[in-house]
Nanobody, 123 residues
Framework: VQLQASGGGSVQPGGSLRLSCTTS????????IAWFRQAPGKEREGVSC????????YYADSVKGRFTMSRDNAKNTVYLQMNNLTPEDSAVYYC?????????????????WGQGTLVTVSS
């Protein structure tokens, strides 16, 4: 099982980025997927997660209305569209997968993690 996050970069406040999480070695249909982020000196926090059984997504309050998580099973890829970015969104973003159908940002529920992609929002 492998996950690889990509799409990070440097943008100005108000800008947008789309992160991709390319997966291999497992069938996306059977796994819960989540995005986490970790800023320097801070705990890793859940940003968004998606339930495989019904496609319901959850967003942290800090990103609600600005971030959109989606999944393309045919491409084994999960996306995080991030709009109206602020400096507070700067962090390393990770995608994670866990076997099962659940909707949670509890890190302990996700066994597989990608390597992270850096997002920097600065003027």
């Amino acid at each position: 099982v492998q996950l690889q996050a990509s799409g990070g970069g440097s943008v100005q406040p108000g800008g947008s980025l789309r992160l991709s999480c390319t997966t291999s070695g497992f069938t996306l249909d059977y796994y819960a997927i989540a995005w986490f982020r970790q800023a320097p000196g801070k705990e890793r926090e859940g940003v968004s997660c998606l339930s495989v059984s019904d496609g319901i997504t959850y967003y942290a309050d800090s990103v609600k209305g600005r971030f959109t998580m989606s999944r393309d099973n045919a491409k084994n890829t999960v996306y995080l569209q991030m709009n109206n970015l602020t400096p507070e969104d700067s962090a390393v973003y990770y995608c994670a997968a866990g076997l099962g159908s659940y909707l949670t940002t509890d890190k302990s529920r996700y066994r597989y993690w990608g390597q992270g992609t850096l997002v920097t929002v600065s003027s």
